[in-house]
């Protein structure tokens, strides 16, 4: 959950899922406008490709959701490889997830 559609920072809420999760709830999420941004990173023998997402495969919903909603509601994203008009990932995703095992999330 990024505050803009162009995930240049730390997301506000996220979570960090291993191969074959294929659904994810998040809530307690804080009051504010949201947007979705999935990514997959393709496991690798060389740690650089870690941080280098040009190859990840992703999805995000363009348009955001504002938070308190009224209803439960569903985001569906298809996760596929990168097209021109999909923003350059430039957060660091292994930053993240060490400091969500630091957390115990």
Do not use: H
């Not at 505050?3 to 809420?13: D, F, M």
């Not at 985001?75 to 008009?85: A, E, N």
């Amino acid at each position: 959950m990024f505050k803009k559609p162009l995930p240049n920072e730390a997301p506000v809420l996220g979570k960090a899922m291993t191969r074959g999760v294929n659904k994810c709830v998040i809530d307690q999420i804080p009051d504010g406008e949201y947007y979705t941004l999935a990514c997959a990173i393709k496991r690798s023998v060389n740690p650089l490709n870690y941080f280098f997402l040009n190859n990840a495969l992703r999805d995000l919903q363009r348009t955001s959701v504002r938070f308190p909603l009224e209803e439960d509601t569903e985001v569906f994203l298809t996760l596929r490889d990168r097209i021109p008009t999909d923003p350059a990932i430039t957060i660091n995703p292994v930053k993240l997830l060490v400091a969500a095992i630091r957390r115990g999330d």
